[in-house]
């Protein structure tokens, strides 16, 4: 019997009908090849799908030929069209290059993390505690650039929106993706409190008023944004304790912060207004440190039943560092506002000076809690550098920046010298991080090492 050739929409190969022994026909269909990824040895595979497969959502659409929305997303026309369905190594340096409407599909929420950590870089060097001639302009020009930074993220992030019509929820509603939403607000938070140190002049009082209004809108903000997303979280995903990661506590994070914002501000405003800063800049210090415990708890049982995560994400685990860190330089920051004549119930028991040596005892132990998550990502990192750029690297950097910080203000309140000169010699370190950090960002956006279908925050491969 002659075969007859079918054609389906499932494969590529033709269908053929072909006489059997058995009454009934048979159907044989060629088997699509699939992309492997080879594994170092030793090296555990990631939790969850593996990039750069057909069951990582970004990397199918490309080799399906479906990036985008619809068919106009594809610059190239047909022919590109073709190419792209044939099998696409995304860790292949020969890979096909994109066009930039394409590519801004995945611009994600990550790209925050760069002014989040520049903001923290201008606040580190206003805060040395060893300064030279010039030291504050060069701080007062990366708050310049900072804002730029912002500015033009916020702009590309609304160009991906316009260019991609239902990228903004699923952004915000991407397992992965969505965790670094919070981002936008710690940049928001590191202007605020940047923009009162190298901005607002001593004694002027319509900015002393819109850096307080500022204020508290941020808190206002955060607070919907902590418990809004953590409610449509606990909704809609169910993750399972191995697939924990550092990026679930950065919800809770921009709220936390506004105990930061008020440490700093607080000395700036009048007594009056100073007091409920404190106050609320506490309340949201305690709240978000409070959350970030719980969610130790989760990552350390992640790391005892599940190891370390992927090389590729293990800098992320850096963003423990933050919480405890912010939390003891917010104490001392807050406890140093108050008003030197702060004495509740005006007999001299409990007053500014006793209030500030318990938030120094405090900090001291917070800083020890923070100094032990950093060891412990150091050594992971360390154990199993990553190969590829991750826009999680920039979390080597801004809770590290923190970690720093209440070093800092320690070591001042301790008057030790030595520890202000460890200081100095950390925030070395940190410059060359980020400018490392800076130079990989920048080299993966030319390369096609980001913004690239399968190798960003809005596929799931850990």
Known sequence: MDQIPVNTPYSKEPVSYSAQSSSMPSLSFAEPERPSLQYPMGEKRPDGPVPGTSSSSSASTIVNGEEGHDHNDLEQGENHDEKLKEHVDINDPNRPKLGIRQRMHHFTWAWFTLPMSTGGLSLLIFAQPHQFPGLRQIGLFVYIVNIVIFCLLTFGMLTRFFLHHGDFYKSLSHPREGFFFPTYFLSIATLITSTQRYAIPDGDTPLTWAIQTAFWGYVVITLILAIGQYSFVFATHNFGLQTMMPTWILPIFPIMLSGTIASVIADTQPEIHAIPIVIAGMSCQGLGLSVAILMYSHMVGRLMSAGLPNREHRPGLFMNVGPPAFTALAFIGMANGLPDTFDRELDGFIDVHLIRTFAII???????????????????????????????????????????????????ELGHETVLWITTAMSICLLLTYLFVLYSHIRAVVVQDIMYPGRDEDVEDH
């Open 362 to 412: 405090g900090a001291i132990f917070l800083w020890a809690l923070s100094l032990w998550w950093f060891g412990i990502a150091v050594v992971a990192v360390v154990s199993s550098p990553p190969k590829y750029f991750h826009l999680g690297w920039w979390a080597m950097v801004f809770p590290n920046t923190g970690f720093i910080l209440a070093t800092i203000s320690i070591g001042k």
